[in-house]
């Protein structure tokens, strides 16, 4: 249907104005980063990096930082693997209880991950377990998992189930089916689940709150700073772990583009030297 | 082939729900568990009784109840308004800008929900970003805006815009645009379209996205605690204070049980109102 040329301009401001609405907090942060002051006000007089060269020293920071990266990497292995297989089981079998099994995958994330949090505080204490960023692993996992499994499962609707037959009628096996066909056809969505898990467990703070015990990840502990009162590190650290996340946002996009490139360079030298 | 399908579908499907099953369906057994025993203990062999339940009731917890159901339900309604221009767009009127608006919103997903509120506070407080530069411009006096019931409301809109967006956009993409054609070439008006043709044929993205910002919403706490700088006790704060500071874990696990009642019942009515394989395009 035609919309008018006016309509259009309006929803394109609208919607222009919907990611400055998104972004300006982060905007704030970053002005308050480089602010020199230790008790911030606007407009900002003088600039400096001072707080990023603290923050980078600090061993507490640190240690935040190795906390974080260790879970969220071992959250992203964990999801990516029962993710491929999920997302499998999710679009691609027909079988008895496949919508049943849906239903289920996607119930934990209409649930509040601060209530899921308390609730696996309390499982961890009736199994006698105390809580550590190993049982922070386990908390993300409840909700980044599913995500995981949609994120595949959307790759493997598109997946054209012939291909498999054909191997089969082959007399390939269920494994060599596995590797040779559906892996790496499902690969891509695999990467992408892997990114939205490692990036969502990374920036995680509800579900890490209560089940971390006397580890603390870096959401973590901006959240203790941001109730206690002020403190000029937390624009800063906010604004790297911010860095941190574009950065590998980044890689992850360009590192297959500069790969396919390369092999690109290497074939012309090929043609080249014949 | 069927056979097969059976076969290989439960095997797959094995791996992952089991990691649900120990990290969200025990989990919630054992707080529902907890919240029959009797004040105070911290293990399961006891006797249950139902004082936690009662506690609740004596003690006026229902007031925090009503706040965080009602600044869920006054979030949502802003949402939906807020959305619904933005997803029709989305879903019918932008072209590549579609693709463009969701990777911002995606990666806005990704900064830590604390951070991003944290800004808020820096851009609305006394002195903040809005405040500061008025006054540096006018030499106007005001007062910040933060600490208060619509600052919460407008911090929950701001978390779970995503949350109402995406669903709205992929329920409005299902209204056949024959049909909208149709109506206008009868003479329909703008209103009437959109009162008889959109709204019922986005029904089902509607309701997904309304009930999840909903029940996210609900159990929300970040938003109270930084914006509101608890001006109003949500229920998930009387949750998290009855753990730490009462030490009462039936309380808390009680309270825990009312709010999952009311969400885990909205989010089962959500997710089979779902068709997954519609949604997410299944071709065959």
New interface residues.
Partial sequence: METSRTTRIVLYAYGILAILFLYLPLVSIGFASVSKARYLTFPIRDYSTRWYGKALESSTVGDLLVTSLTIAGIVTVISMVVGFFGALAFARYHWRYRSLFQKFILLPIFFPQTVLGLALLMWFNALGVIPSWKTAIVAHLVWISPIATLVIAIRAYSFDPALEEAARDMGASTKTILQEVTLPLLMPGVISAGLFAFLLSWGNFPLSLFTTGADSTLPEWLYAKMVSGYSPLVPTLGILSVIASVIILLAALLVPRLVTYLRFLKEQELEFSE | M?RL?????????????F??M???L???I??AA?SVMPQKV?S?FNAPDFSAYMTIVEQGYWRSLVWSLGMAFASTAVLFILCW??AF??A???GR?TLI?TI??V?????????????????LMK???I???LR?LFGTEMDGVLYNVPVIVFGLV?VY?PFMLFPLAQGISMVP?DA??AA?DLGASRWRILWEIDLPLAAPGIVVGS??SF??A?????ES??LGGQVVIVM?DE??TA?TYGQD?PL??AL?MV??AI??T???F???K?D??RI????R
């Fill in positions: 069927e399908d059976n076969k290989l579908g439960m095997l797959n499907a094995l791996p992952i729900f990691v649900l120990l990290s969200f025990a989990p919630l054992v707080v907890f911290f399961l221009p933005l767009a989305m019918k009127v932008f800008f608006l911002a919103v990666v806005s997903l990704f900064v830590s929900e604390n951070i991003r509120l944290f800004g808020w506070i820096l851009t002195g903040g970003l405040e500061g530069h540096a701001y815009f645009d909208r054609q206008t009930l999840l029940v996210l609900a159990g929300a706490l970040a605690k930084l998930a949750v998290e753990f874990w808390g696990s825990s709010l999952i969400i885990g909205l989010a089962i959500g997710v089979s779902v997954l394989d997410m395009g299944r071709k």
